[in-house]
Structures are given as C-alpha cells and as structure tokens.
C-alpha cells in the first residue's frame, strides 16, 4: 500500500502514514514553505511510508519537525526521522527533552496500556533521538516560515500536559493533534479521546476556547484529516465531551471493563439514531479504546 498525499492550498499537504497499516487513522502534515516544516511524524512502524511520502513530492531532506505530544503514534518515529536527515531539529514539549533520549518511560506508559506485544507489532520499537537534536517549544512561540508567513505554537493541555497546537496564520489552518478527538474521515462529528494520566476537562475546555478565538479557516488533526467548519466542530466536541462524561458518572458502580461495554453500545446506538451510515459508525468503534476512555474520565473526576 502506497501512503496517500493530499495537497491543499498554501502548499500544505496532508500525508496519511498508514498507522497500523490501514489508510485513515494517522495524519502528518508538511507546510512547504521558504524554510518548511513537518507537523507530526507518526508511529515508529510508519517511518518507511512518511519518507516515502515524503520522497513522493521530491523531499530529499527535512530540516525541523513541531510534534503536539508525547503520544507515540505521534511521536514514536522521531528517532528514526532525525537519523535520516542530517541537523533535523524536532520542536516538542520540554518533557521531550526528558524522555525522547531514553523513551523506556514513553513506551512503558503506552504498553501498560496497550501491551508491549501489541506496541511493538502495531506502533514499532522506538528509537532514542539525541538530546542535541530536541528544541523545547514554548507558548507561543513563532517558527518563521517564510514570506511573512509563521506557525505558532500554543500550550494547549487536556488531552496531555505535554500538549502543543499549531497555528499557522497563511492558511488558517490549526494544527489539533489530539486536542478536538478523534473525526474519521468522513464523519462530520467529534469522537472525544480522553485518555489517562491527563486528560483534564477544565484543562482541555479552556484549551478549545483559546483555539475558538484564533481566525480559522479549517482544523487539521492527527486521527484524521483537514476539516471545514473549525468553530462548529469544537462546539460538537465540547458537546459530545460532556456526554461521555454524564454517562460515565451514571455508571459508577460497574467496571471499567464494564462501563467500558456500556459507553460502545451507547455511543453506537447514538450514531444510529443520527443516521450515520454504517461503515462510518464501525470506522469509529473498530478504533476506538473504550475502557481506555473510561479510565481517562474516571481518573479525571477523582
Ligand atoms: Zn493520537
């Protein structure tokens, strides 16, 4: 299978790195700009089909990538990236500088979750990226790319503390990573992602409502995809956010493997009295981690 590439206007390209070997489920971006840059870089297992990608549009050398957080299906195929190309800076949360040069707490914390069977065969073994290659972002800084075009990055915790969004003020265009949730293409509604230790509802609220005040002409987000009608999907996802919540607190007393069943069959019979069709609805519930979302919320409410 051949990574698919998808031009915008202002030279932005949306680069589907096939996660888990299927199309739809993991977007890096590259603004092709004077001095370019790539947004995301996907899981170690992906590295082949960025490049490729990559390659595909006469790339041969990437000078900087900006990560939004430490997740590894975001930032899992750093080491690998910054081996490729020489003086690759990667621009990522100051925890980056912690743990991308010794990612066992990374991929410690994900394989609790996940299992490190499953990690290793669906995201890929991940590499250590040398300190001297990781720049720490901060709020608001400024990458300048050229022709008085600029991408901004802002602190934007909830989903993760260690979370950055990306602001890029040609296209308008804000780079989510997870900070909306989850939209399969195409799905023109939000699917929340609230995962534990950090998802933060008051953190995450004041985070979208940053983002609401921006001038914004689309939402660009990892999981998947460039979407029209920024202002309206944040309202969906501040909505559907505060659903889940509800439900989860109604079912206190269960599981989470449980609640976990419960939160699906709600969640599905939601789409279905939407009249989402169905290969839609699957595409959401064959990749979603619903005990994963409770325990985010359950965490939260402790
Ligand atoms: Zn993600």
Same mark, same amino acid.
């Given at each position: 299978?051949?990574?698919?590439?998808?031009?915008?206007?202002?030279?932005?390209?949306?680069?589907?790195?096939?996660?888990?070997?299927?199309?739809?489920?993991?977007?890096?971006?590259?603004?092709?700009?004077?001095?370019?840059?790539?947004?995301?870089?996907?899981?170690?297992?992906?590295?082949?089909?960025?490049?490729?990608?990559?390659?595909?549009?006469?790339?041969?050398?990437?000078?900087?990538?900006?990560?939004?957080?430490?997740?590894?299906?975001?930032?899992?195929?750093?080491?690998?990236?910054?081996?490729?190309?020489?003086?690759?800076?990667?621009?990522?949360?100051?925890?980056?500088?912690?743990?991308?040069?010794?990612?066992?707490?990374?991929?410690?914390?994900?394989?609790?979750?996940?299992?490190? =069977?499953?990690?290793?065969? *669906?995201?890929?073994?991940?590499?250590?990226?040398?300190? +001297?290659?990781? #720049? @720490? /972002?901060? !709020?608001?800084?400024?990458?300048?790319?050229?022709?008085?075009?600029?991408?901004?990055?802002?602190?934007?915790?909830?989903?993760?503390?260690?979370?950055?969004?990306?602001?890029?003020?040609?296209?308008?265009?804000?780079?989510?990573?997870?900070?909306?949730?989850?939209?399969?293409?195409?799905? =023109?509604?939000?699917?929340? *992602?609230?995962?534990?230790?950090?998802?933060?509802?008051? +953190?995450?609220? #004041? @985070? /979208?409502? !940053?983002?609401?005040?921006?001038?914004?002409?689309?939402?660009?987000?990892?999981?998947?995809?460039?979407?029209?009608?920024?202002?309206?999907?944040?309202?969906?996802?501040?909505?559907?956010?505060?659903?889940?919540?509800?439900?989860?607190?109604?079912?206190?007393?269960?599981?989470?493997?449980?609640?976990?069943?419960?939160?699906?069959?709600?969640?599905?019979?939601?789409?279905?009295?939407?009249?989402?069709?169905?290969?839609?609805?699957?595409?959401?519930?064959?990749?979603?981690?619903?005990?994963?979302?409770?325990?985010?919320?359950?965490?939260?409410?402790?």
């Amino acid at each position: 299978m051949e990574p698919s590439v998808i031009k915008f206007d202002n030279n932005l390209y949306q680069i589907d790195v096939l996660m888990e070997g299927k199309p739809g489920r993991m977007s890096c971006y590259y603004i092709d700009s004077v001095n370019p840059i790539l947004i995301e870089v996907g899981p170690s297992n992906s590295f082949p089909y960025l490049i490729s990608a990559l390659e595909s549009l006469g790339i041969q050398n990437v000078k900087r990538s900006a990560i939004t957080h430490l997740h590894l299906d975001h930032v899992g195929g750093i080491g690998h990236v910054v081996e490729k190309y020489r003086d690759h800076f990667v621009y990522v949360h100051e925890l980056g500088l912690k743990h991308l040069p010794n990612p066992e707490k990374l991929w410690n914390a994900v394989a609790s979750i996940y299992t490190e =069977d499953w990690l290793k065969e *669906n995201w890929g073994k991940i590499k250590a990226t040398p300190i +001297q290659n990781i #720049k @720490s /972002l901060s !709020d608001g800084h400024s990458f300048d790319l050229g022709d008085k075009r600029n991408l901004i990055s802002l602190y934007s915790p909830g989903h993760a503390k260690h979370h950055y969004t990306f602001y890029d003020t040609s296209s308008k265009t804000i780079f989510m990573g997870d900070t909306l949730g989850l939209i399969y293409p195409h799905g =023109d509604f939000v699917q929340p *992602n609230l995962p534990p230790p950090d998802f933060n509802k008051d +953190q995450l609220f #004041k @985070s /979208l409502e !940053d983002i609401s005040k921006l001038e914004l002409n689309a939402v660009a987000i990892a999981h998947f995809g460039i979407h029209e009608k920024p202002y309206e999907l944040i309202e969906n996802s501040i909505k559907n956010i505060e659903m889940w919540i509800d439900f989860t607190k109604e079912i206190n007393d269960l599981s989470n493997q449980e609640a976990a069943t419960k939160l699906s069959v709600w969640v599905k019979n939601n789409y279905m009295s939407l009249n989402i069709d169905t290969e839609t609805i699957d595409n959401y519930m064959k990749n979603s981690n619903f005990e994963m979302q409770i325990v985010g919320i359950r965490n939260s409410l402790n």
